[in-house]
């Protein structure tokens, strides 16, 4: 059993460094989210499998709070809805599913974040060209790459070919983005008095 533990931490040791790399666009990526969200935009986030959970994670994050206490941002996975999922699967096919949430909840000038350890989803794929269509921004979270990356404006690479390894680095970038956005969300002028008192 150590075995296992010492080649997991392993690849995760491994992939932690090349990471680092990606500080600058976490920052980037949080504060141009403060200033989006702190003004009344949305964030999409989609995902399968685990890395649904990650875009479920990410979204309460951002409606509920990281650390202190804010405001609630207007963030919407695209993975929870059963009945959602199931009736666009049914009736437009697997590969919708993602893509005809985005043409109903997304405006110009929101984002779209899609998550994936492949980046071959052709579910995600259909999304990001959907966002495009509708005149969002698409920014996606991937491994080491894949055709996800390259059909989006920006993407955060993670420098694994391990999935789980994958998914637990979009879990730090989750974290450090939400980080980044609550530092820059006090500077949001219309949302100057974000923060609120909580009675128990």
């Known amino acids: 059993m150590t075995d296992f533990l010492e080649t997991h931490l392993s690849a995760l040791t491994a992939a932690i460094g090349p990471f680092r790399a990606e500080a600058g666009r ?18 999409l986030v989609a995902g399968n499998g685990g890395s649904a959970a990650e875009a479920q994670h990410l979204a309460a994050e951002l409606v ?20 959602a ?38 579910n995600l ?31 955060l690479r993670c ?9 637990e680095l979009h879990l730090v970038a989750v974290h450090l983005m939400c980080e980044y956005l609550d530092r820059t969300l006090p500077a949001v002028a219309p949302f100057a008095d974000f923060q609120v008192e909580v009675t128990v």
């Open 159 to 167: 420098p694994s070919p391990d999935s789980q390894v994958v998914q």
């Open 125 to 155: 794929l259909a999304a990001v060209r959907a966002a495009k269509e509708c005149g969002l921004r698409t920014w996606a979270m991937t491994g080491l790459g894949g055709p996800l990356a390259d059909a989006c404006d920006e993407a």
């Open 26 to 43: 976490l920052a980037r990526w949080g504060a141009d989210l403060a200033w989006h969200l702190g003004q009344g935009g949305r964030l």
């Open 64 to 83: 509920g709070r990281l650390r202190e206490e804010r405001r609630p941002l207007s963030a919407i996975a695209l993975t929870p809805d059963s009945s």
């Open 85 to 122: 999922i199931t009736a666009l699967g049914n009736d437009y096919g697997f590969e919708e599913i993602f893509a005809r949430q985005v043409r109903a909840h997304g405006r110009p000038g929101d984002v779209l974040i899609t998550m994936s350890t492949s980046g071959r989803s052709p």
